[in-house]
């Protein structure tokens, strides 16, 4: 009995891959890593978890506000009035994508002071605000 080919048409080759597209995508996460390591220098901010990517050209940061006294959704409202482009933003997180073209434009440069300009034109909640109970809690 014969040992079957490891050879196959071109057509029916496994998984071609896109270097150029895996290359562009290598860009905009190292400015994603820039982007992060700026945000981390504001008091109160913290990028979740690792860059991810839903799409094979774009790359999302999630940027949690919970620690700066301010509503993300307001921050979000303040970042958007000054033409800055966001994804999503829920009341403690704004999530902003980063495409190539959007890298080339400098957005990875600009998230940062974009979002402390944000937090300074945004109040802070007042302290008669309860705190919305966690969702649940660890014994």
Known sequence: MAAPSLLFPPSQA?????????????HVRIAAMTARDRLAEIDGVRVL??????????VRLAI??????????EVACAMASRGFP???ASHRVIIVRMREEDVAEGIH???APALLLALWATPSGSAEEPEPPAPFILA
């Open 49 to 58: 978890g690792p860059e991810v990517s839903s799409e094979a050209d774009s």
């Open 109 to 111: 440069e600009r998230v």
């Open 64 to 73: 949690d506000l919970r620690d700066t006294g301010r509503d993300a959704w």
């Open 86 to 88: 966001l994804d999503a």
């Open 14 to 26: 496994p998984g071609t891959r896109d270097f150029a597209t895996e290359a562009a995508l290598h």
